[in-house]
């Protein structure tokens, strides 16, 4: 017996394309998330030692060490999204039978991925109005605040996309475990 083997068609081939790319770009911002906790803790560490030993606290320190800590936060959050490490209550889920279960589990990543749309456009409309208006953050150091709200920006859309693929995982698998890139 030969195993008949199908190709995916144009749609398969272009879905599997943008997912291997959504992919490499949240590798990408997960290793400038740890670039941005590593700079967090030495600054943090130079802070203290300035204040305390040298007794001449840098004005920059703070300010930068609080855009660090968004950056590491917002940068990281798809990956978390991707590889399943967000919060996640599933007792409930995991208590319901297997129709029922999937149901339910597909209904919360589509809610998430609807959630994280919306925030996202709120976060556009924002990160539009600061950059247009040339906002800055308010502290010693004077830092664009788009450059924040584009980290939100990302890292909502991002999760919203990752939501959305496990979404249609469970909603394509027929009660077995299944990723998105096994069923394109």
Known sequence: ???????????????????????????FTFGLSVFAGAYLTLVLAWEVFARYVL???????????GVSFAFMTFLATPMLSWKHGHANMSMVVNSLPPSAARFLQTFIYFLAAAVCGLTTWFGWNELLRVYEGHVMMIAVTPIPKWWLMAAIVYGLFSMGLYFLRHGLCVMCSSGRSATLEKVV
């Open 55 to 65: 007794e001449a606290p840098t004005g920059w320190g703070p300010d930068t060490a």
């Open 1 to 27: 017996m030969s195993a008949v083997v199908k190709q995916p068609g144009a749609f398969g081939r272009l879905a599997g394309a943008l997912m291997a790319a959504h992919d490499s770009i949240t590798r």
